[in-house]
Nanobody
Framework: QAHLVESGGGLVQSGGSLRLSCAASGNIYSIKTLGWYRQAPGKQRELVAR???????DYADSVKGRFTISSDNAKNTVYLQMNRMNPEDTAVYYC???????????????WGQGTQVTVSS
């Protein structure tokens, strides 16, 4: 079993910053990808940012230049630094991981419980 635990969500004013953290725990052998998705009311879940193999990053066009994803491999933790936030960033943010557990034969996907981020105008 593996778990993803997120922290750092909350309420921020437009133009402000927040930092999300997500720690993976469990019988982990290897982590391929760590990332963040978000889902706003009435919309589909969308990729925000992800980091693969500890170095390769991808960002949604809407957050490029404002958000930065990073990871601490020793702590199995991924961070999302969100700057210059605007009301369109309001959503539930979900941590995502593609990991191989010691008890499994292949990589599987895991999701956190989600953390609410609200940006007021």
């Amino acid at each position: 079993q593996a778990h993803l635990v997120e922290s750092g969500g909350g309420l921020v004013q437009s133009g402000g910053s927040l930092r999300l953290s997500c720690a993976a725990s469990g019988n982990i052998y290897s982590i391929k990808t760590l990332g963040w998705y978000r889902q706003a009311p009435g919309k589909q879940r969308e990729l925000v940012a992800r980091i693969t193999d500890g170095t390769n990053t991808d960002y949604a066009d809407s957050v490029k230049g404002r958000f930065t994803i990073s990871s601490d491999n020793a702590k199995n933790t991924v961070y999302l630094q969100m700057n210059r936030m605007n009301p369109e960033d309001t959503a539930v943010y979900y941590c995502y991981a593609r990991m191989l557990l010691r008890t499994n034969l292949d990589f599987s996907e895991y999701w956190g419980q989600g953390t609410q981020v609200t940006v007021s105008s």
